[in-house]
């Protein structure tokens, strides 16, 4: 992995080790993917201050997230089948990120369980929890993360119903993969080394969810279930229902409007996270950096700002804690580094991003990441 010097690099590995349909399915975004696009191109038209002649040997990438410490202001967000970029890829994932000194969030559509993550880790890492119809198994989801004793609970609320994503149906994407498809079989053989290590991992299918609701224990049942069992109903009387429930660090991920930031302030989350799942729901939605400032303005110091939508370097790190976010999530980028390479690829991503973060730092002479703000950038 020390081959690849940018997240791009690791992304082109990816493609060429991973099946299309799983590869597709992280590198994709909903619809015509006009959101998508946007989320990069509007953090890449951010210009950073450049300074010189001040003293930044002392500069650190050390920041406090949630009231912890981490080696730098990132975690690894919640992507769903992990396990299918890579066997075992949840425990990987989250073994780097403890390695690097930074959160990992385990998604509820993973393929390791919460209790197989738990058992190969050994730190607390974060749960992101969908709320579906059967509130029974969400009580039960809630209940598993604290048993696991995760650090905090992260609630997606911008997954009401699913937004179409076009190369998801065309792949025909499942959970473990249909080779009854030609398309599909042939280009799996042409992949032996990920056909080996999802072989080998500890599960083929969504951990979470088999075998913890009846008569969902076959792939088609399951997938069926899942796809029924969005709630369009979720509403913010479910988020205090939820936080009642959990009692520890609850996080709001996917918060994008400035009216909605007022009220999770008052929900009693420690943190929202300004997103828009990556550019997979609502397409035509504004960027994700186009509306941190204006929500980080609206909340203040009312709760902690996190951001989520496009981060693929330590710039766009810094971009971010310019506009407000105190820290960041990144998805593809770990995800990109995980179907690559392993665990070694995801460390590998977290060192890239630390590195550039480190670097652009220096050159805006910022000592600590405490220090960025508004007039770090060009405005």
Not at 29 to 42: F, K
Not at 162 to 182: A, C, F, S, Y
Request: hydrophobic share 45%; charged share 20%.
């Amino acid at each position: 992995m020390k081959i690849a010097t940018c997240i791009e690099d690791l992304r082109q590995t990816a493609r060429r080790k991973v099946p299309r349909a799983f590869f597709d399915y992280a590198d994709s975004g909903a619809y015509a993917e006009e959101t998508l696009r946007a989320n990069s191109a509007d953090l890449k038209r951010l210009k950073l201050r450049q300074r010189v002649l001040i003293d930044v040997a002392a500069r650190s990438t050390k920041a406090q997230i949630l009231g912890a410490p981490a080696a730098l202001p990132l975690v690894l967000a919640p992507v769903g089948l992990c396990g299918m970029q890579h066997g075992d890829g949840e425990i990987l994932a989250c073994r780097a990120a403890h390695e690097a000194g930074i959160p990992f969030t385990l998604s509820t559509m993973s393929i390791c369980s919460i209790e197989d993550v738990a058992g190969a880790v050994k730190k607390p890492f974060w749960f992101q929890l969908y709320v579906m119809k059967d509130r029974g198994f969400i009580r039960s989801l809630v209940e598993r993360a604290a048993a696991a004793k995760c650090s905090a609970l992260v609630l997606t609320v911008d997954l009401q119903i699913l937004g179409q994503r076009h190369k998801d149906l065309k792949n025909g994407m499942t959970v473990p993969p249909e080779l009854t498809r030609i398309d599909n079989l042939l280009d799996i053989a042409t992949k032996p080394a990920w056909a080996l290590s999802v072989l080998r991992g500890k599960r083929k299918t969504f951990g979470n969810i088999s075998g913890h609701v009846a008569g969902m224990e076959n792939v088609n049942s399951l997938s069926t279930w899942v796809s029924g069992q969005f709630d369009a109903a979720l509403n913010w009387k479910d988020v205090e229902w939820i936080a009642g429930l959990w009692g520890g660090k609850l996080i709001l991920k996917g918060i994008l409007d400035v009216e909605d930031a007022r009220i999770a302030a008052k929900t009693g989350a420690a943190a929202l996270v300004v997103s828009n799942h990556g550019g997979r729901q609502l397409d035509g939605a504004p960027s994700s950096i186009s509306m941190l400032p204006k929500v980080a303005d609206a909340v203040g110091s009312d709760i902690e700002v996190m951001f989520d939508g496009g981060i693929r370097s330590g710039q766009d790190v810094f971009r971010a804690l310019a506009l407000g976010a105190r820290s960041c999530m990144s998805g593809r980028a770990y995800i990109y580094g995980l179907g690559a390479g392993g665990q070694a690829g995801v460390a590998r991503a977290i060192e890239i991003v630390r590195n550039e973060l480190d670097v652009a730092m220096a050159l805006t002479g910022t000592k600590s990441v405490g220090d960025i703000g508004r007039d770090s950038l060009v405005l």
